[in-house]
């Protein structure tokens, strides 16, 4: 299986502080991507890494790759409100991704 | 704005019917996607088609169906024979180039599928 698989679970966390979450995955992949869901809604793609990059920035987000561990992490800096949502990672084979079961992070006022 | 658009946003089965839900894009994407999710859990692969007129299998395709007549249009049937269909149904869909693993998906809002 080239399951992702999310760490943690769940994550609460004060805002304005840093939310971090791993993702890790089993055999070699072309790129792993990471995407946000909304409580009842489709999922949103946020940022795609490629297997030859080791670090990607998107506005609060910072992705990190480490092929060798077979992992990554997702970063989300100066938290707000509407991050509050499930964040999954994903990886496959070319023409099918493989979805982890996703981060529930939620933001406390 | 280009986009998916599933439709209904929740749908109510009795035992033994079939219903349709259906997925349009105007993205010109040639790829679509039809994803099972369940409550805590992540996203399973039911059916995809690539091409007009041609689909493939996913993990979970048994008491299911699709057609691709039109490039825009990719509709799902739950047959009666999908003896636990109460889920949340995800329509994406991608440009072929390289598949969603290099582009990322676009995904539909969902449907919510109860059986009654």
């Known amino acids: 299986s080239q399951q992702g698989e999310e760490d943690p679970q769940a994550l609460s966390i004060q805002e304005g502080e840093n939310a971090t979450m791993n993702c890790s995955y089993k055999?070699?992949?072309?790129?792993l991507q990471w995407y946000r869901q909304n409580s009842g809604r489709g999922l949103v793609h946020l940022i795609l890494i490629r297997s030859n990059e080791r670090e990607k920035h998107s506005g609060r987000l910072r992705v990190t790759l480490d092929t060798s561990k077979k992992s990554s992490s997702l970063l989300i800096t100066a938290s707000r409100a509407a991050d509050t949502a499930s964040y999954f990672c994903?990886?496959?084979?070319?023409?099918?991704?493989?979805f982890g079961k996703g981060t529930r992070l939620h933001i406390l006022p | 704005d280009g986009g998916i658009t599933q439709s209904p946003k929740y749908l109510f089965r009795k035992e033994g019917q079939n219903v349709t839900l259906s997925c349009e894009q105007n993205l010109n994407h040639d790829a679509m996607y039809w994803y099972r999710q369940d409550p805590g859990q992540g996203l399973r692969l039911i059916y995809y088609?690539?091409?007009?007129?041609?689909?493939q299998k996913g993990d979970i395709a048994e008491g299911y169906s699709v057609s691709r007549e039109k490039k825009e249009s990719f509709p799902l049937t739950v047959t009666s024979a999908q003896k636990n269909p109460t889920a949340f149904y995800l329509c994406a869909s991608t440009s072929q180039g390289g598949g969603p693993l290099n582009y990322g998906y676009t995904f539909g809002s969902g449907t919510r599928l109860t059986v009654v």
């Open positions: 088609s690539q091409i007009v007129n041609d689909f």
């Open positions: 055999t070699s992949i072309n790129n």
């Open positions: 994903a990886t496959g084979l070319p023409n099918k991704i493989i």
